[in-house]
């Protein structure tokens, strides 16, 4: 029997699976003083089906650091847990007519069942899942904290909303226009809805973005800073003809304030339903209704022909004193600023085509040197000097704005202002399976927070299928029994809020309660959390770069200013997997190009799948399973055993009488190896490891099986390995009569004296081809490779007596000598 056929991956799966649940190598070990800790995170999944590819992908890319940390000797943290709550769950109990609880709990004791399979280093003891209410009592708890800090706040307004999943959408979980979950195309609303007043954050959000320099995705940190949308610039007060209240205007270009000849207010802002006269009232209503259909993507564009209706109203330019008509249109946001724009279209291109459309004067009052934007269509959006505007001509931008905001002051019509895009988070949702929102409502009383020693606010058991079909309104509103309380504060009948949180309330903040799942006093354990966090290395999707880690950043500073938490950043180090795709194309059911990862276990072992997934590239490129092979790592993979069947020399053995050329090969591995698993290098990892089963190979083919060096490249090439084939690894430190766990072996250490290079290879070249190749040492002079590269014989036979026009010599590499013609 061939040592191929003696390996079978399937064989050695259920060998060590059964042996890892008696061992608990990975379960952390909370009384553990004297070793450093590490905390290795991945974003928890959610119960929908199994495990499909993007899992196998994610958790082999999370599972290197860990196993590589336990290895070095660190005490590690690596838990797992099931992010529950969800409209998944929700929408299969109105099909199936059962509760939410039944498909949620039933998948996740599949997914587990599969983790288990696949063999991430998890330590199990922390399992979690947000759907219990001895988890989501504490997101309750901590919706309450930020209710007493004014953080969590009801008001009424316009929301988005899917019509299709009967629910409200933060701005975050709209893209391109439609709902991030189902793609439905989301409308507006007008309704009361909870918020978390996550701007309160924002400069903090950006400023301690300094601390993530480096150790995040550079695209990440630009996506939050894109969100965040912090500018400066100046408030500008218009009065109103017939309206007592100015209205406030945000710009960024205060200094161009000469040149504003009209004003435009979002369509569907408040103002613009206020302030329309009575003669115009039809034609702007038929115009926001119109405006209430498109996503704002499409109203952002630069490329729609701008559209807008005449309020009837004028503004007053606080500066030139002129009257100026005040339009509504689309093309201006209800959430930008103060719903309100002063159009200045000389110098800016969207308000150059509305001006254009409807007939509005341009006036320049920047001068660039180009021609007049009034004439050519084409605004004149640089900086340069200031002209036609009074008291502000000739100066530049900087020094415009300075002066026009000190202007403004004097005159008390403006200030100097800060404006972010970020918009406080929507929190709440009119769906069932989410964690309850705890507040009642009592007449006499107002909003009343449920005591927190009556929490966990409990989702009723008795609703189920046709009960939770979605109605516009949530299903606990229906549900009479549970939403009619007594009042908390006077006792008197009372209504709960029949609304939930939004799910990634629930994310936000379970990566503290790993730290201390089973604790019973509060959300964790605040010495648990300081011993453990921050996290070391976060795993998990680019998708996430806006809401969930956004989302975290704030709960962790929230935190910080409630002294619960000593840090201000929950997760030090970030790395973003990309997506397994097939053919160059997402995989997708409607395109019938699925491939399951089952299938793909069944037919090559967990090892297999984990080791493609990691070679194919680097953590963050996709993965065209259309080009991985898992038939080579196969290969590979039954090499390594078959290595270790071979091996002669006894443990023990002292590897310095060895091959040193072996010994060499092999502490080489380990150090490049080290490094790159270090950098999330893992294919470049692998490679390394690939070349050295190679090199020992050779070693054990010309009779060198009872080598110690041979033993010393088979253990380092099992310790290595059992970061991404842990299986295989396991199995070959057994046949080398090594005590399991390899997972606890240690790391290999790379001898400095071995990695020094003793010679290299010189390429000689005599009129641009190879000639001769020369064995020197590393150190060697120009001067003498010259010599010895012209001593040669096969160097001279090449050179036929010819004269030598130049030696270019690059010690101690290359010599390349160039004969006359």
Request: proline share 6%; with cysteine; charged share 25%.
């Given at each position: 029997?061939?040592?191929?056929?003696?390996?079978?991956p399937?064989a050695?799966?259920?060998?060590?699976?059964?042996?890892?649940?008696?061992?608990?190598?990975?379960?952390?070990?909370e009384?553990?003083?004297?070793?450093?800790?590490r905390?290795?995170?991945?974003?928890?999944?959610?119960?929908?089906?199994?495990?499909?590819m993007?899992?196998?992908?994610?958790?082999?890319?999370?599972?290197?650091?860990?196993?590589?940390?336990?290895?070095?000797?660190?005490?590690?943290?690596?838990?797992?847990?099931?992010?529950?709550?969800?409209?998944?769950?929700?929408?299969?109990?109105?099909?199936?007519?059962?509760?939410?609880?039944?498909?949620?709990?039933a998948?996740?004791?599949?997914?587990?069942?599969?983790?288990?399979r696949?063999?991430?280093?998890?330590?199990?003891?922390?399992?979690?899942?947000?759907?219990?209410?001895?988890?989501?009592?504490?997101?309750?708890?901590?919706?309450?904290?930020?209710?007493?800090?004014?953080?969590?706040?009801r008001?009424?307004?316009?929301?988005?909303?899917?019509?299709?999943?009967?629910?409200?959408?933060?701005?975050?979980?709209?893209?391109?226009?439609?709902?991030?979950?189902?793609?439905?195309?989301?409308?507006?609303?007008?309704?009361?809805?909870?918020?978390?007043?996550?701007?309160?954050?924002?400069?903090?959000?950006?400023?301690?973005m300094?601390?993530?320099?480096?150790?995040?995705?550079?695209?990440?940190l630009?996506?939050?800073r894109?969100?965040?949308?912090?500018?400066?610039?100046?408030?500008?007060?218009?009065?109103?003809?017939?309206?007592?209240?100015?209205?406030?205007?945000?710009?960024?270009?205060?200094?161009?304030?000469?040149?504003a000849?009209?004003?435009?207010?979002?369509?569907?802002?408040?103002?613009?339903?206020?302030?329309?006269?009575?003669?115009?009232?039809?034609?702007?209503?038929?115009?926001?209704?119109?405006?209430?259909?498109?996503?704002?993507?499409?109203?952002?564009?630069?490329?729609?022909?701008?559209?807008?209706?005449?309020?009837?109203?004028?503004?007053?330019?606080?500066?030139?004193?002129?009257?100026?008509?005040?339009?509504?249109?689309?093309?201006?946001?209800?959430?930008?600023?103060?719903?309100?724009?002063?159009?200045?279209?000389?110098?800016?291109?969207?308000?150059?085509?509305?001006?254009?459309?409807?007939?509005?004067?341009?006036?320049?009052?920047?001068?660039?040197?180009?021609?007049?934007?009034?004439?050519?269509?084409?605004?004149?959006?640089?900086?340069?000097?200031?002209?036609n505007?009074?008291?502000?001509?000739?100066?530049?931008?900087?020094?415009?704005?300075?002066?026009?905001?000190?202007?403004?002051?004097?005159?008390?019509?403006?200030?100097?202002?800060?404006?972010?895009?970020?918009?406080?988070?929507?929190?709440?949702?009119?769906?069932?399976?989410?964690?309850?929102?705890?507040?009642?409502?009592?007449?006499?009383?107002?909003?009343?927070?449920?005591?927190?020693?009556?929490?966990?606010?409990?989702?009723?058991?008795?609703?189920?299928?046709?009960?939770?079909?979605?109605?516009?309104?949530?299903?606990?509103?229906?549900?009479?029994?549970?939403?009619?309380?007594?009042?908390?504060?006077?006792?008197?009948?009372?209504?709960?809020?029949?609304?939930?949180?939004?799910?990634?309330?629930?994310?936000?903040?379970?990566?503290?309660?790993?730290?201390?799942?089973?604790?019973?006093?509060?959300?964790?354990?605040?010495?648990?959390?300081?011993?453990?966090?921050p996290?070391?290395?976060?795993?998990?999707?680019?998708?996430?770069?806006?809401?969930?880690?956004?989302?975290?950043?704030?709960?962790?500073?929230?935190?910080?200013?409630?002294?619960?938490?000593?840090?201000?950043?929950?997760?030090?180090?970030?790395?973003?997997?990309?997506?397994?795709?097939?053919?160059?194309?997402?995989?997708?059911?409607?395109?019938?190009?699925?491939?399951?990862?089952?299938?793909?276990?069944?037919?090559?072992?967990?090892?297999?799948?984990?080791?493609?997934?990691?070679?194919?590239?680097?953590?963050?490129?996709?993965?065209?399973?259309?080009?991985?092979?898992?038939?080579?790592?196969?290969?590979?993979?039954?090499?390594?055993?078959?290595?270790?069947?071979?091996?002669?020399?006894?443990?023990?053995?002292?590897?310095?009488?060895?091959?040193?050329?072996?010994?060499?090969?092999?502490?080489?591995?380990?150090?490049?190896?080290?490094?790159?698993?270090?950098?999330?290098r893992?294919?470049?990892?692998?490679?390394?490891?690939?070349e050295?089963?190679?090199?020992?190979?050779?070693?054990?083919?010309?009779?060198?099986?009872?080598?110690?060096?041979?033993?010393?490249?088979?253990?380092?090439?099992?310790?290595?390995?059992?970061?991404?084939?842990?299986?295989?690894a396991?199995?070959?430190?057994?046949?080398?009569?090594?005590?399991?766990?390899?997972?606890?072996?240690?790391w290999?250490?790379?001898?400095?004296?071995?990695?020094?290079?003793?010679?290299?290879?010189?390429?000689?070249?005599?009129?641009?081809?190879?000639?001769?190749?020369?064995?020197?040492?590393?150190?060697?002079?120009?001067e003498?490779?010259?010599?010895?590269?012209?001593?040669?014989?096969?160097?001279?036979?090449?050179?036929?007596?010819?004269?030598?026009?130049?030696?270019?010599?690059?010690?101690?590499?290359?010599?390349?000598?160039?004969?006359?013609?």
């Amino acid at each position: 029997m061939s040592s191929d056929e003696q390996y079978d991956p399937r064989a050695v799966q259920d060998k060590w699976q059964a042996r890892w649940a008696e061992l608990d190598p990975f379960k952390a070990d909370e009384g553990d003083a004297e070793r450093e800790r590490r905390y290795a995170l991945d974003m928890f999944p959610y119960p929908s089906g199994d495990l499909h590819m993007g899992h196998a992908e994610a958790y082999a890319i999370g599972d290197v650091p860990a196993r590589y940390w336990n290895q070095r000797g660190y005490n590690v943290l690596h838990p797992i847990g099931w992010d529950s709550f969800g409209l998944p769950a929700e929408n299969a109990a109105i099909k199936r007519d059962s509760h939410p609880a039944e498909w949620t709990y039933a998948n996740i004791e599949t997914q587990a069942g599969s983790f288990q399979r696949y063999a991430p280093s998890f330590d199990w003891s922390r399992r979690l899942h947000t759907s219990d209410p001895e988890y989501y009592r504490w997101t309750q708890w901590l919706f309450l904290r930020f209710y007493e800090r004014g953080l969590a706040y009801r008001k009424g307004g316009q929301v988005n909303w899917c019509p299709n999943d009967q629910t409200v959408l933060a701005n975050e979980q709209v893209v391109a226009g439609r709902c991030e979950r189902c793609g439905a195309l989301v409308e507006k609303r007008v309704l009361t809805q909870w918020y978390f007043k996550i701007t309160e954050y924002a400069d903090r959000l950006l400023a301690d973005m300094e601390q993530l320099e480096g150790a995040w995705p550079e695209r990440i940190l630009l996506m939050q800073r894109n969100w965040i949308g912090r500018s400066t610039g100046a408030d500008v007060d218009f009065e109103i003809e017939g309206r007592a209240e100015p209205v406030t205007v945000y710009t960024t270009r205060p200094d161009t304030l000469y040149g504003a000849t009209f004003m435009v207010v979002a369509a569907d802002a408040a103002l613009a339903e206020e302030i329309v006269a009575p003669e115009q009232r039809a034609a702007f209503e038929a115009y926001r209704e119109e405006v209430s259909r498109e996503s704002e993507i499409e109203r952002m564009s630069t490329e729609r022909e701008k559209t807008g209706v005449f309020l009837g109203r004028y503004a007053v330019n606080p500066v030139t004193g002129e009257r100026m008509p005040v339009w509504a249109s689309d093309y201006v946001l209800a959430g930008y600023g103060h719903g309100a724009i002063m159009a200045v279209p000389a110098h800016d291109q969207r308000d150059l085509d509305f001006a254009l459309k409807f007939g509005l004067p341009v006036r320049v009052v920047v001068h660039t040197g180009e021609a007049d934007p009034g004439e050519t269509g084409v605004a004149t959006a640089g900086d340069g000097e200031i002209v036609n505007s009074g008291p502000i001509d000739g100066l530049g931008k900087a020094d415009a704005i300075e002066r026009i905001i000190g202007i403004l002051a004097e005159r008390g019509t403006g200030k100097a202002a800060v404006n972010f895009r970020l918009r406080d988070w929507l929190v709440s949702r009119q769906r069932f399976w989410g964690c309850p929102i705890p507040i009642v409502h009592c007449p006499a009383c107002g909003e009343v927070p449920v005591p927190d020693d009556q929490l966990p606010v409990k989702l009723p058991d008795d609703l189920r299928g046709a009960d939770l079909a979605p109605k516009g309104t949530s299903p606990l509103a229906a549900a009479e029994d549970w939403v009619n309380v007594d009042c908390p504060k006077c006792g008197g009948a009372a209504k709960r809020d029949s609304d939930t949180m939004d799910t990634f309330v629930d994310s936000s903040w379970y990566y503290f309660r790993y730290c201390s799942p089973r604790y019973e006093d509060g959300p964790f354990d605040v010495e648990a959390v300081r011993r453990w966090m921050p996290v070391d290395q976060y795993t998990g999707g680019v998708e996430h770069a806006i809401l969930h880690l956004l989302y975290s950043r704030f709960f962790t500073k929230v935190l910080y200013d409630m002294g619960m938490v000593d840090f201000t950043e929950p997760f030090t180090r970030l790395v973003n997997q990309g997506q397994v795709i097939l053919n160059g194309k997402a995989m997708s059911k409607s395109l019938g190009n699925m491939v399951d990862l089952g299938e793909q276990i069944s037919e090559f072992g967990v090892d297999v799948v984990r080791l493609a997934m990691l070679f194919s590239g680097p953590p963050e490129d996709d993965i065209d399973w259309a080009d991985v092979s898992p038939h080579g790592m196969a290969k590979f993979l039954s090499r390594v055993h078959r290595i270790a069947t071979e091996v002669t020399a006894p443990v023990g053995a002292d590897p310095a009488t060895g091959d040193r050329a072996l010994r060499r090969a092999t502490h080489r591995a380990v150090d490049e190896a080290t490094t790159m698993v270090e950098t999330s290098r893992f294919n470049v990892a692998i490679a390394r490891i690939m070349e050295l089963v190679t090199a020992t190979r050779k070693t054990i083919d010309a009779g060198g099986a009872g080598d110690p060096a041979v033993r010393e490249a088979a253990e380092a090439i099992a310790v290595m390995v059992s970061l991404f084939a842990p299986y295989t690894a396991e199995e070959v430190w057994e046949l080398l009569d090594r005590k399991a766990p390899v997972a606890k072996a240690g790391w290999p250490e790379a001898d400095p004296a071995l990695l020094v290079e003793e010679s290299v290879t010189c390429v000689v070249q005599v009129a641009g081809k190879v000639r001769e190749r020369l064995e020197v040492p590393p150190g060697i002079a120009a001067e003498e490779l010259e010599r010895q590269a012209l001593a040669s014989a096969k160097v001279r036979e090449a050179l036929g007596g010819a004269e030598i026009a130049k030696v270019i010599v690059r010690a101690p590499k290359i010599v390349n000598i160039v004969p006359k013609r």
